[in-house]
């Protein structure tokens, strides 16, 4: 088992920029603990009925083609755009590499250029300012004007995809050795730019590895890295897809409403008597579950009936997420606000944590939007005179979302790694809301004290904070420029 009592810090390249990248993010593999199996001891890996499609979320399609509609207009031409070969390549907010950044871009990207001209700057003749700000150092090595660049094209397939809920596929671990050729491969590319790979060839066991492809030669299969590089399938332990996620609410999901964070736990109704009794029928680990408005008390005990009018909850078996009376600037929750004190960002955005509750609250203004269970450090809350880190608690208060990262590797003391772990949200150094892919333990205590959530509510919640990760980026961090950040209240 990783001792993530420690603090976690990004597995990044010697390098001055890098290192100063560091501080932007979550240092915990706090929330990256691990357990001697994919899954956490009492949780179930994900069944196939549970399992949430992409398509889901789409419209309808019609499948009767419109008519194409012929226009007198030319088709205006194509915008300039900065086609990126390498990770961490630095957006700075003026032509100048000594400039702090404010952003970077990562392989296999592309961005919009705000002027077609490049201008010099300090340790860089070729500067190009890029949408929506900020400018980057176009030297060929890292990034390219030209959308056919051999290494740019070789290395584009198997760059994150951000438009899924996990980038990469991932795996545990059983003390991988990494190659940088493959002989008999058909994956070729260009010789690399410098800090392409990562620095390790070798991954300790219990770490994790995110991986892009996979290819088979002669009855051996290896997987590729996401950094490029190869390692034998058999030196791993897939990890199954997770597909939990919690409930964005409005018409169909209202609060109150209840989660299961074990599995199990009774569904209770009402025998001739009118005494809540235990039934033979159980509520599914991790079900959201919705809620009337009636209470029974029965032996001192909560009772919740649920909207098929029915069946009961005994508080005690569930997850139940409970708004506080009031936003981080002293509005009523749930009524209008007029405080005016509201953040100056367009939606007022703020997200609610209850450590030993074991969920999240997202929220627009005074409403919730969206609900969820969590997992937060295995130390629970802070004590008073130890130390946050050697508890491997989830701090306490109100917090700026200061920056966030698509994917970033974390590691932490004696070379433990884990990989490209996706949507990190930081607000406190050390400590982010960031997906866990390597556990399934949601609504309990199960981090060194960073706030883990499931693949598909950390992208919900990476695009629903601010500040926004602009078109083609791959992290960002907050500037006044930028408005207001999302608020993020952790409480006990």
């Known amino acids: 088992m990783l001792d993530t009592s420690l603090g976690e810090r990004y597995a990044w390249p010697v390098r001055r920029d890098v290192l100063?990248?560091?501080?932007?993010?979550?240092?915990?593999?706090?929330?990256?603990?691990?357990?001697?199996?994919?899954?956490?001891?009492?949780?179930?890996?994900?069944?196939?009925?549970?399992?949430?499609?992409?398509?889901?979320?789409?419209?309808?399609?019609?499948?009767?083609?419109?008519?194409?509609v012929v226009s007198a207009t030319p088709t205006a031409p194509p915008k300039p755009r900065l086609y990126v070969k390498n990770?961490?390549?630095?957006?700075?907010?003026?032509?100048?590499?000594?400039a702090d950044w404010i952003g970077f871009l990562w392989f296999g990207a592309s961005v919009e250029l705000r002027a077609d001209k490049p201008v010099g700057g300090p340790g860089c003749a070729t500067f190009y300012a890029i949408q929506p700000n900020g400018f980057v150092c176009v030297d060929?090595?890292?990034?390219?004007?030209?959308?056919?660049?051999?290494?740019?094209?070789?290395v584009s397939s198997f760059a994150p995809r951000l438009e899924r809920a996990m980038p990469h596929r991932y795996?545990?671990?059983?003390?991988?050795?990494?190659?940088?050729?493959?002989?008999?491969?058909?994956?070729?590319?260009p010789p690399l730019p410098a800090f392409f790979h990562e620095p390790r060839r070798h991954v300790l066991p219990l770490s994790t590895v995110a991986y892009a492809d996979a290819e088979t030669i002669d009855g051996q299969t290896w997987l590729l890295s996401a950094d490029l590089l190869w390692l034998k399938k058999d030196q791993v332990t897939l990890y199954p897809e997770i597909s939990f996620h919690g409930v964005p609410l409005g018409d169909e999901w209202r609060l109150p409403l209840a989660f299961f964070r074990q599995a199990g736990k009774f569904k209770y109704r009402r025998d001739a008597a009118g005494k809540l009794t235990k039934s033979s029928d159980t509520f599914t680990l991790h079900a959201a579950v919705a809620l009337g408005s009636q209470i029974q008390i029965q032996r001192g005990e909560r009772y919740f009936v649920t909207l098929q009018g029915d069946e009961w909850v005994r508080e005690q078996d569930a997850v139940l997420p409970t708004p506080r009376s009031v936003t981080p600037w002293g509005a009523h929750v749930g009524r209008e606000d007029r405080t005016g004190r509201a953040p100056k960002n367009a939606r007022h955005t703020w997200m609610e944590v209850s450590v030993l509750g074991g969920w999240l609250l997202?929220?627009?203004?005074?409403?919730?939007?969206?609900?969820?269970l969590i997992s937060p450090g295995r130390g629970g809350i802070p004590q008073e005179g130890k130390n946050t880190l050697e508890l491997a608690a989830t701090p306490l208060g109100t917090f700026p979302i200061s920056g966030k990262l698509a994917t970033v590797t974390m590691q932490a003391p004696g070379e433990y790694v884990h990989s490209e772990v996706p949507w990190t949200q930081n607000f406190l150094k050390p400590y982010a809301i960031h997906t866990a892919y390597w556990h399934n333990n949601w609504g309990n205590l199960q981090s060194g004290g960073c706030?883990?959530?499931?693949?598909?509510?950390?992208?919900?919640?990476?695009?629903?904070?601010?500040?926004?990760?602009?078109?083609?980026?791959?992290?960002?961090?907050?500037?006044?420029?930028?408005?207001?950040?999302?608020?993020?209240?952790?409480?006990e």
Do not use: M
Not at 453 to 467: A, M, N, Q, R, T
């Open 20 to 68: 100063w990248a560091a501080w932007l993010a979550v240092l915990a593999l706090a929330g990256c603990q691990r357990r001697d199996a994919p899954f956490a001891e009492g949780a179930a890996a994900p069944s196939a009925s549970t399992r949430v499609a992409a398509a889901a979320a789409l419209p309808e399609v019609s499948a009767r083609r419109p008519r194409q």
């Open 140 to 154: 060929d090595k890292q990034a390219t004007r030209a959308a056919d660049d051999a290494e740019f094209k070789a």
């Open 362 to 372: 997202a929220y627009e203004g005074t409403r919730a939007v969206y609900a969820t």
């Open 87 to 98: 990770r961490f390549v630095f957006v700075r907010p003026r032509a100048d590499v000594n």
């Open 171 to 189: 795996a545990e671990s059983l003390g991988a050795e990494l190659h940088a050729d493959l002989p008999g491969s058909t994956r070729h590319w």
């Open 451 to 491: 706030i883990n959530v499931s693949p598909i509510d950390g992208k919900w919640l990476f695009e629903f904070s601010e500040p926004s990760l602009p078109p083609g980026w791959h992290a960002v961090r907050w500037q006044p420029a930028l408005g207001a950040p999302t608020l993020l209240v952790v409480h």
